[in-house]
């Protein structure tokens, strides 16, 4: 059974910095790899995708995050990570890290396309 588990949230200024990790287990690479990404809702609003890992080692940003905000996996890819730098209060959300099965990762930020989901970690970012 796949399971995600999300750590690193927290309270920062403005301006300020979090590492968020997610540890993945029970991934099965029989025949496919696993594409991983973040996402992340805040109270009142949709859940948005923020990076993924695309094959080639290619990566996926939001407009919102990009050139703040980079996404990174371990040589195992059994852990995902998320630097956030230059926060501020509109990334205060639950932040999410998610992951499906397939041959080819496009680097999808669409929530609909992810199979497993983390339980989240917390970021406040406060002015």
């Known amino acids: 059974q796949v399971q995600l588990v999300e750590s690193g949230g927290g309270s920062v200024q403005s301006g300020g910095s979090l590492r968020l990790s997610c540890a993945a287990s029970g991934l099965i690479y029989s025949y496919n790899t696993y594409c991983m990404g973040w996402f992340r809702q805040a109270p009142g609003k949709e859940r948005e995708g923020v990076a993924a890992v695309a094959s080639g080692d290619r990566t996926n940003y939001a407009d919102s995050v990009k050139g703040r905000f980079t996404i990174s996996q371990d040589n195992a890819e059994t852990t995902l990570y998320l630097q956030m730098n230059n926060l501020n209060p509109d990334d205060t959300a639950m932040y999410y890290c998610?992951?499906?099965?397939?041959?080819?990762?496009?680097?999808?930020?669409?929530?609909?396309?992810?199979?497993?989901w983390g339980q989240g970690t917390q970021v406040t970012v406060s002015s």
């Open positions: 998610a992951t499906y099965p397939n041959g080819y990762c496009s680097g999808s930020l669409f929530s609909s396309r992810y199979r497993y």
